[in-house]
């Protein structure tokens, strides 16, 4: 599967399938989950986050996009635009990841809580 993207200002109220909307300016892309089921998908792009390689024609996201709070626990990485699906994750990979994820957080921004400004505009 091929996604298209669009960089936007703001995201729109309707997301199409298949694209990946890219906003800059609040540091965050959308997308409607690969599954099918509508489910907006959210990935904000931080230290602790996500990254986004946009290499003039393609893009990719970084790390996977791991669906855990929805249904279908769908599990994908973006790369160079195209959709690759991951293993699905027993329910202990995925605590682990999260307590990982938190951890990270914590860490980073306990270091430096003013150096992100991103979200914040500082």
């Known amino acids: 599967m091929i996604l298209q993207h669009k960089f936007v200002t703001n995201i ?7 694209v990946l909307y890219i906003s800059i300016e609040h540091c965050t892309a959308i997308h409607k ?4 089921r ?4 959210v990935t904000p792009f931080s ?3 996500w990254s986004l390689t946009f290499d003039g024609i393609t893009i990719s996201l970084n790390p996977s996009i791991g669906n855990w709070n929805f249904g279908c626990k769908s599990h994908y ?5 195209k959709v ?10 995925i605590r682990k ?3 990982k994820g938190r951890k990270k957080r914590k860490r980073f ?3 430096s809580p003013n150096s992100f400004s991103c979200f914040w505009g500082l």
């Open 109 to 111: 921004f306990s270091k």
């Open 77 to 81: 990485w973006i790369k160079n635009s």
């Open 84 to 93: 690759k699906f991951a293993k699905p994750w027993s329910e202990k990979e």
């Open 97 to 99: 990841v999260k307590k």
């Open 33 to 36: 989950c690969i599954c099918g």
């Open 12 to 18: 729109p109220d309707h997301l199409e399938d298949c």
């Open 47 to 49: 230290p602790t986050g």
């Open 38 to 41: 509508g489910n907006e998908v």
